[in-house]
């Protein structure tokens, strides 16, 4: 299915960069999103700490 907002299908994005945390890797034919793990661990952290209450300003 087709997004109308932006002509994407589903696992597809827009800009020219991944997403951050994600690279791009070849599958078959088609390029596909997958968590590059040293950036996913950054992520993952960050939304630890603002889960936990921590407020942006606090993350620096």
Same mark, same amino acid.
């Given at each position: 299915? +087709?997004?109308? /907002?932006? *002509? @994407?299908?589903? *696992? &597809?994005?827009? @800009? /020219? &960069? $991944?997403?951050?945390?994600?690279?791009?890797? +070849?599958?078959?034919?088609?390029? &596909?999103?997958?968590?590059?793990?040293? $950036?996913?661990?950054?992520? &993952?952290? +960050?939304?630890?700490?603002?889960? /936990?209450? +921590?407020? /942006?300003?606090?993350?620096?």
């Amino acid at each position: 299915m +087709i997004d109308p /907002a932006d *002509g @994407t299908e589903p *696992g &597809q994005w827009v @800009t /020219a &960069q $991944p997403p951050y945390g994600y690279r791009v890797e +070849i599958i078959g034919k088609r390029r &596909q999103l997958v968590p590059d793990p040293d $950036p996913a661990k950054i992520v &993952q952290e +960050i939304f630890r700490r603002v889960s /936990a209450g +921590i407020c /942006a300003d606090d993350l620096r």
